[in-house]
């Protein structure tokens, strides 16, 4: 059922099917990849502990490489939802497939109202909704500035955000046929604060991630202001 039933709000991405859920197709996938990947990764996860098992979630982490989020995804058992730029979705065949794994479309660079809405409908069914604050991949210059996005989903759902370091996984296939160490961090959750603006709360959850990157991948958040809390 739709959230919002105002014909201004139609758009034709409602006519498609999105899993809300782990599907059959997305937990064969998933442990195919997982097999597959053990060939060329050595994962260490660290912090299990401080993800919830269950309810809404924001998990967002830096992005330097397509291939992050199959180390975030094998690193937790709860499925992520992702969103993904929206020319992976115009093969009508790949599209119905990644839907199927819990990718939804989103047209980078511009406002997308429905991308947003289907973002928080994530949160209503109270599962994990996978960001990258900073919009898109950092290519050597460490953090860029992040976006309030996540945050605003965040504050609108009242639900926690949990920041997710991943490191090594820009380094694939450098030294095959020795596997690549990746290590994910998945750090203590971040409540809203009452009254928090998304600016303020999304500066938080960026310091807080770039203090568990090495010191070449914190980019703009490498200094913590005086007086930032």
Known sequence: MMILE???????????????RA?????????????????IMK???QGTENL????????????????????MQ??????????????????PVFASIIRDLGAFPVYRGEKDEWAIRHAARILEHGQTLGMFPEGRRSKGGG?????????RLALDANCPIVPMAVIGSDKFFEHFPRRTHVTVKILPLILPKPGETPLALMDR??????AELPEEMRGVYSE???GFD
């Open 52 to 71: 919830p098992t269950d309810g809404a979630v924001v998990l967002t982490a830096n992005h330097v490489t397509n291939f992050d989020v199959i180390p």
């Open 143 to 151: 953090l860029g500035v992040a976006k309030t996005g996540s945050a």
């Open 74 to 91: 094998l690193s937790i058992p709860r499925p992520i939802f992702f969103m993904g730029k929206a020319s992976l979705f115009k093969i």
């Open 23 to 39: 599907t059959p197709l997305r937990k064969i996938i998933v442990f195919l990849l997982g097999t597959l990947f053990k060939l």
């Open 43 to 45: 994962l260490e996860v």
């Open 205 to 210: 959850v960026m310091f807080t991630l770039a």
């Open 224 to 226: 913590m202001p005086k």
């Open 6 to 20: 105002r014909p201004e709000f139609f758009d034709s991405r409602d006519k498609l099917h999105f899993a809300f």
